[in-house]
């Protein structure tokens, strides 16, 4: 079992930068590819960006030289830097933990951007 707990998640004007973390317990965190996603008011979830267990990244083409995924594998913690944020970009922010047939999800952090 993993538990996953977002943090970093606010209020902030276009412009702005956040950064998201998620924290899990357990002690196999670095098998994992983690993934960020969001979901805004009235829209499907979607993947933002994920990072595999070598390091290597994939970000949706929306956030592509604004947001950066990385992962500390020693503190157990994905992030998410998001920078030149936009108001499309206000979501519930959404922490997960994949391997083949195992998900799990965090609680979501609010993501507001606004003038």
């Known amino acids: 079992q993993v538990q996953l707990v977002e943090s970093g998640g606010g209020a902030v004007r276009p412009g702005g930068s956040l950064r998201l973390s998620c924290a899990a317990s357990?002690?196999?965190?670095?098998?994992?590819?983690m993934v960020w996603y969001r979901q805004a008011p009235g829209k499907q979830r979607e993947l933002v960006a994920r990072i595999f267990s070598t390091g290597n990244t994939n970000h949706v083409d929306s956030v592509k030289g604004r947001f950066t995924i990385s992962r500390d594998n020693a503190k157990n913690t994905v992030y998410l830097q998001m920078n030149s944020l936009k108001p499309e970009d206000t979501a519930v922010y959404y922490c997960n933990a994949h391997l083949p047939g195992v998900d799990y999800w965090g609680q979501g952090t609010q993501v507001t951007v606004s003038s």
């Open positions: 357990g002690t196999i965190f670095s098998r994992f590819i």
